[in-house]
Antibody
């Protein structure tokens, strides 16, 4: 059974960098794309981007200048970095398997940006 | 970007009812549409992919249909566990986008 476990800092100041990691248990990073999605009351569910096992990425154009998704196949993990956060980046962040129609999700991380 | 519009935003129903949620895409997405169920404090759960393919373990009272720009999620014989928020998602064209959600309430 595939399980995704995610972790990272939950409270940030404006201009800091959001950093989250997602570990994949019970399955390999191969074959699939792996996504980051966030959810806020203001914008609902928002796809951030995805990556495959070889490191090929796709990003949401509205975030592309600030976002980096990386994969570490040796650890069966992938990660999200979002630079220069603002209060508008406050959301629950999820990692998930698949580009679309994501079938396995992490537990979610509440990220709050506040001065 | 492809806009996904769900209706209704809120749906009141009772146990045993049959309900239908509609999702419209701003342009054709073929059948690259997924439906998710989300309960408070939990991650979304995939119910249906490719517009009509029921995921393993999802009860058969859930069904999906449609192609192009108009899609429906139907839940027959509503059960207490089905009261939740439902989202559609298009994954035909990057940037993948979600509908705004339909809250199914008693």
């Amino acid at each position: 059974q595939v399980q995704l476990q995610q972790w990272g800092a939950g409270l940030l100041r404006p201009s800091e960098t959001l950093s989250l990691t997602c570990a994949v248990h019970g399955g390999s990073l191969d074959i699939y794309y792996w996504s980051w999605i966030r959810q806020s009351p203001r914008k609902g569910l928002e796809w951030i981007g995805d990556i495959n096992h070889s490191g090929k990425t796709n990003y949401n154009p509205s975030l592309q200048s600030r976002v980096t998704i990386l994969v570490d196949s040796s650890k069966n993990q992938f990660s999200l970095r979002l630079n220069s956060v603002t209060v508008a980046d406050t959301a629950v962040y999820y990692c998930a398997r698949g580009s679309g129609g994501q079938d396995y999700w992490g537990q979610g991380t509440v990220v709050t940006v506040s001065s | 970007d492809i806009q996904m519009t769900q209706s209704p935003s809120t749906l009141s129903a009772s146990v045993g009812d049959r309900v239908t949620i509609t999702c419209r895409a701003s342009q054709s997405i073929s059948d690259w549409l997924a439906w998710f169920q989300q309960k408070p404090g939990k991650a979304p759960k995939l119910l249906i992919s490719r517009a009509s393919r029921l995921e393993s373990g999802v009860p058969s009272r859930f069904s999906g249909s449609g192609s192009g720009t108009e899609f429906t999620l139907t839940i027959s014989n509503l059960q207490p566990d089905d009261f939740a928020t439902y989202y559609c998602q298009q994954y035909n064209v990057y940037l993948y986008t979600f509908g705004q959600g339909t809250k199914l309430e008693v």
